[in-house]
């Protein structure tokens, strides 16, 4: 248990500076898939605030049932949604508009950094969610494995922008975030997800 919560911690103080940065970054370049990975970074903060909540309740709510943990589960799933309709608005407006963003290799590299970190707490936290028998930790071990595959399909979008001036490499990036936000999003209302076993 005291490994799941440094877990959430330290998903906490990580994607709270990447959701400053890549916001930061996302706005000054006008890239709709780098505000939209900021989103995400915050909707991770969140999660992990909730999941945590969950974690020094964990005996309680084992007591409870499943009916503590599934409203946990929906909170997470909620937020998702949100961000899929944000995004799909903003593509839609930045591909009729021909929105050109700025190259940013600073989200680049924050993005790749992201990649690597998020993938290594993805596992980590479906690892220890199983041993304590917790569906929001390994809920948010899938929220996590997701924000790693938004960085990996960010960074592809911005290097493709930089590389070859492919402007709408952006906004395409950008719904392949809401497609992965809402398969996520409907995953963690349901509770249906592959790795319960």
Known sequence: MRRAVRLEYATIGWNA???????????????????????????????ALVVLRELRSHEDHVHQGAGAER???RVIGVTFFLLAAYVVIGAAYDLAARARPEHSIAGIV?????FLTMSLLARA???TGHRINSLPLIADSRETRLCSLLSLVTVVGL???????WW?????????IAFLAVQEGLEAITGEHPEHH
């Not at 400053?20 to 999660?47: N, P, Y």
């Not at 924050?110 to 992201?114: F, G, H, N, P, Y």
């Not at 290097?159 to 001036?165: E, K």
């Not at 709408?168 to 392949?176: C, E, I, K």
């Open 71 to 73: 409203m946990f589960l």
């Open 168 to 176: 709408w490499a952006d906004p395409v990036a950008a719904l392949g």
């Open 17 to 47: 500076i990447e959701a400053v940065l890549a916001l930061v970054f996302g706005i000054v370049a006008g890239s709709l898939a780098l505000t939209a990975f900021g989103i995400d970074s915050v909707i991770e903060v969140f999660s």
């Open 125 to 127: 936290k479906h690892r």
């Open 110 to 114: 924050l993005t790749a950094a992201s």
């Open 159 to 165: 290097a493709l922008n930089a590389a070859f001036g």
